[in-house]
């Protein structure tokens, strides 16, 4: 055969289209929305997210209207393929995916044995939640506590570092006229001292607003109550933040003069002192990131950074077989977990709700 025939036979070769809905799905997975008496935004999955899902051979099942908080129509993520179901139907999934943990009548709606995936939030402290979990044999885990390869915890990171950012966002708007302040820019210009900006507490979500808050032009302070939490910040943000220990008369002098003031969670326990209230100027923002998400009116961003954690942690769940198998073959993703096989290992959880909880890798040594 000369050159020329072979040259033509590969070019009237024609690829031939597989056929994806005759193929066995290695998992369905459902996507749920928010509940609609709560204020929360955030959803788990951008449809291009989505897409990478299905490629792999993921059915995905998401709720009518369920990502409409984050400015996608169903018909963007039923254009990758993602089928679009009442909030039954995707209950009933192999793996149920909420940002917020689910209510027992919807978890009563599951099917026994499969798995749940959610943040971290106030209702797994709710009994008949629990209670409902294990009635279904439901395994559940919280990914903000679950950890990577190399111990980080992704997903907390990702709502930190945007709570911090947005949390700057926030002051700004508020202290200028269109958001009701007196039209105060966080940047000082030649001639103004830039504001102040305190915030007192320690971790990512107060490492990320303070070089946010650095990067807009203010004069940021750091109290804290660790000595060495201070020094890490300094390393973490630069030279240019002001680290204070935590002192009666030095706080007090600080609030007087801020313009802007967030509160997180110190290393030692830490309360602000409500006789401070009537130091603070007028005009200050408060905002207290126990109490507060900015990360909430930025929700198609959260989206967008979850979804990257979220191809890849399903990816590596298809790798290792299953649900069951990754958790047993991965630590970090232990360190998450609520209720497994009906049982619930949340030490924190099971001494709050005075209910009973086992060691996940007893349980796990013992299946082995």
Excluded at 116 to 145: Q, R, W
Excluded at 221 to 231: E, G, R, S, V, Y
Excluded at 303 to 332: C, E, R, W, Y
């Amino acid at each position: 055969m000369t050159d020329k025939t072979i040259t033509d036979f590969e070019l009237k070769t024609k690829l031939q289209p597989v056929d994806t809905d005759t193929m066995e799905p290695a998992l369905t997975l459902g996507l749920v929305g928010n509940y609609s008496d709560t204020d929360e935004t955030r959803f788990l999955l951008t449809p291009e997210g989505s897409g990478l899902l299905t490629s792999s051979g993921i059915r995905i099942l998401m709720e009518k209207g369920a990502a409409t908080d984050i400015s996608f129509p169903d018909s963007s993520y039923r254009e990758y393929g993602v089928n679009i179901v009442t909030r039954s139907e995707a209950l009933k999934a192999d793996v149920v995916l909420s940002y917020r943990p689910l209510h027992a009548h919807d978890i009563h709606k599951m099917k026994k044995g499969a798995a749940l995936f959610t943040m971290m939030g106030a209702g797994l402290f709710d009994v008949n939640v629990i209670k409902a979990l294990l009635d279904k044999e439901i395994t559940s885990c919280c990914l903000d506590n679950m950890l990577s390869h190399n111990d980080e915890p992704v997903f907390a990171n990702i709502i930190d570092e945007i709570d911090g950012r947005g949390a700057i966002i926030y002051a700004q708007e508020f202290l200028s006229y269109l958001g009701g302040g007196k039209g105060v820019l966080l940047a000082g210009v030649a001639g103004i001292n830039p504001c102040e900006v305190l915030i007192i507490g320690d971790g990512n979500v107060v490492y990320s607003a303070a070089k946010a808050a650095m990067a807009a032009g203010a004069f940021v302070t750091l109290m804290n109550n660790d000595i060495a939490a201070l020094q890490r910040a300094k390393r973490i943000c630069g030279e240019n933040l002001n680290t204070i220990a935590i002192h009666p008369r030095v706080l007090f002098n600080r609030v007087k003069s801020a313009d802007v003031i967030l509160i997180g969670e110190c290393t030692r326990n830490f309360e602000f002192p409500k006789n401070l209230s009537p130091a603070l100027k007028d005009s200050v923002y408060l905002l207290n990131f126990r109490e507060t998400h900015p990360s909430i009116s930025v929700p198609r961003t959260v989206a967008m950074a979850l979804s990257n954690v979220i191809v890849n942690f399903f990816d590596d769940m298809l790798v290792k077989g299953g649900v069951n198998h990754m958790i047993a073959s991965t630590p970090g993703v232990q360190c998450g977990m609520v209720t497994f096989r009906g049982k619930l290992v949340d030490k924190l959880i099971g001494s709050f709700l005075n209910l009973p909880s086992v060691d996940i890798k007893v349980m796990l040594a013992a299946t082995n």
